[in-house]
């Protein structure tokens, strides 16, 4: 079964100052799959993440050419627009960081912060919806009762958990993962890809991670960057 | 070998002149100093005022305090986080320029400023305008006004790279940004830069030298009549002391003013302290 | 929402203005206010002439002396001291004395000058006296010693900064061929740190030029030229804490602001050099 294009990329420049990072990246990403990004440190993968939801924008000296196209339900749309929404399109395109960031908030506050960003009243619901993303980040059980600390005071793999958590929270359409099991150990790794397969039901997934075992179980389609470069992985 | 002998001079130095005001004035501490004959209460309430003590002195260095932090901390604030976060690198380096100089300027060049606003106000709107507690208040907040700048804007910018992107990365604009995660991030230097700068207002004589602080004018009855204040007290005492037990007032009042400002210096670290220990376990 | 977003920008903007603003507006005063004396010509005997207002003459020249003489000389004393101190805290002893050290330096800070002045009265100058047996004690040098004190913490914070960014691997091979510790401060530090010292030493120049206290306290105050560093002296800073109770009209009185704007001029103009070095480092 061949799936619907959601995003589109048409010779993308990424630089920082006046080294470029991408070099005239094409390639699409078909709705509900797993894409891997894998490749050597330092050759620009959470940097072409961050083209995909104009993050770049708020890193001084970062610039970007090109077409980075995403069809949320009413076409193709080009994000890098001037006038493009994106507190908008930010909602919509969920992103976990390569390190884990918590807010200097508590944990509940932490998950609630993009409710808190939308203007959602409900106390009731945001708190339903709260659960619902610890849970699915098999958070719960260890936080369930501390809802109230400092986030900061987690472990690192319990804020890695954290972070997956807040970025389901508004069920986006896209999710960029950014090594999301770097510090988890293998189980808990393993339970994350769980959530991933079921997730890819409802959102286009695209993963950069090192390791090769966790790619090969739930990639679908595999790219290397490297050289500047986007690269179909063969079998 | 050489520089043991610096660190032992300097801190000699120091020994001697925290020494001598100890030696002198640790006698001529106690409540009647600040109290003079009046009651405690009474004074508190000012039912009377204090004559010859120097309650009116802390209360004037307090309220100075409270007015010039009320007037240079929401600008210092907003240009701080302004030049952090949005300025353009060409304004930047213009507006950092003007806050250094303004960090330089002499206080005693504040002080005519705010003197020089003083005649000026005099002579074109009211001539019930005279060098007060306001002006004052108004020059002293010149005067620590780069410093809160300066430290929030620092404050900002070495924030993470991460720490900056989280807010956005979720949907968060530039302002929600600012006030949900960078100010508070940034708080606790932001703090103890300000802590900083109460020390200088609890400190500075030469600007409320010309902008209306005077020997005796008992407990500020508002912001527009003359005050005192325990820096100009001691400088007071000791340009004009007539007999000992003056003097030893001056001493006091000295010694308490140390404290003051040691105290306010040890809070900065605590919190300084505070902050490192957080970031270790957080980000 | 986008409005909100403007609103603040504004703000934000409108409060650096506002504090650039005032800088600048610092500067105009002082001009505005020393035009009367400006435009009668009298600009060149102001720059040169003794003052004695009895005799009609106006001249800061010996306040300008006074200070440039004082904080040189301040600068001078405290300069060797400043560089063995931050030698000692950055390279010698990094460990726990050198942050005792450190930590007392940086308490030094928040000591109010008016107690150095206190200190000085009542300390150093009959020490000075009686050493000297020369006059009031009331001098130069009493002045010079106690700025000295005051201006040594910003230097040495300022000098063991740069110092810490000397590479390390500079000290270890320098160590390494068996280098005295004198040599390396010589040939490995100070070649490498040499424009942090500078700005260093300029920072703490404008910060000794602009004290007040100090020099109206315990300098003496004599509005002759000094000829030796016995002799008592008037600062610029002094001057115009000392001239301000005079009338509103008197010429006297209008020097001041021309007093006030050759000090603005100055600090700036070392703040201008501080930032041009620095620039130039970083290149
Ligand atoms: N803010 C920045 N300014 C300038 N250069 C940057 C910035 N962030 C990253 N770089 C550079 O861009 C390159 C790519 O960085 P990026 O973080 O995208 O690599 P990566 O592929 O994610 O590496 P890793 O696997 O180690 O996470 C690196 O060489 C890095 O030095
Ligand atoms: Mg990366």
Known sequence: ?235 | MFSWCCALLLATGFMFIVGFLVVKGYRGINLELIFADTRLLDAFFLKRQVFGGLFPAIIGTLSLILLSIGFALPLGLASGIFLAEYASPRLKSFFSLMVDILAGIPSIVVGLFGFSITIFLHHFFSSQIFPCLLISALSLAFLILPYIIKTTQVAIESLPLQVRLTAPSLGATKLENIIFVLLPSALSDIVSGIVLAIGRCAEDTAVIMLTGVVATAGVPRSVFSNFEALPFYIYYIASEYSNSSELMKGYGAALILLLISAGLFALAHWIKLKIEQKTRFGY | MLFKENIARIVFLSASILSAVATLLILGFMILLSLPVLETGMIWGILTDPWSPDHGRFGILAMIVGTVYISSFSLLISFPISLGCSFFIQIIHPDSPGRFLKLLVQLMTAIPTVIYGFVGVFLLVPIVRKVFSYGSGMSILSASLMLAILISPTMILFFSQSFARVPKRFLDATEALGATSFQKLFYVILPNAWTGVFTGLVLAFGRAMGDTLIALMISGNSVVLPSSILDSARTLTAHIAMIIAADFDSIEFKTIFICGGVLYIMTSCGILLARFSVKKRVR
């Not at chain 1, 507190?87 to 992103?95: A, D, F």
């Not at chain 1, 896209?174 to 409802?202: N, R, Y």
């Open chain 1, 1 to 235: 079964m061949e799936n619907n294009i959601k995003i589109q990329i048409r010779n993308l420049w990424f630089y920082y100052k006046t080294i470029s990072m991408l070099e005239g990246i094409n390639v699409d990403f078909p709705e509900n799959t797993i894409t891997s990004i894998t490749g050597p440190s330092g050759q620009g993968k959470s940097s072409f993440l961050m083209t995909m939801n104009r993050l770049w924008q708020c890193i001084d000296g970062a610039s970007v050419k090109g077409e980075v196209k995403i069809n949320f339900g009413n076409g193709f749309e080009d994000i890098n627009h001037q006038k493009y929404p994106l507190p908008m399109l930010r909602r919509k395109v969920g992103m976990v960081f390569q390190t884990p960031n918590p807010l200097p908030m508590s944990i509940f506050k932490n998950i609630a912060f993009p409710f808190k960003l939308i203007g959602e009243k409900n106390q009731n619901k945001t708190f339903e919806k709260v659960e619902y993303a610890l849970k699915k980040a098999f958070l719960w059980q260890e936080v369930k009762n501390r809802l109230t600390e400092d986030a900061g005071v987690l472990s690192g793999g319990q804020q890695q958990r954290l972070c997956i958590a807040r970025a389901l929270v508004l069920e986006p359409q896209v999710l960029l993962l950014d090594e999301p099991t770097s510090s988890l150990d293998e189980i808990s790794a393993e339970m994350i890809e769980q959530l991933l397969l079921k997730l890819k039901k409802k959102c286009t997934i695209i993963l950069v991670s090192h390791y090769m075992d966790q790619v090969k179980r739930i990639a679908d389609t595999k790219f290397i960057l490297s050289n500047r470069q986007l690269t179909l992985q063969e079998e």
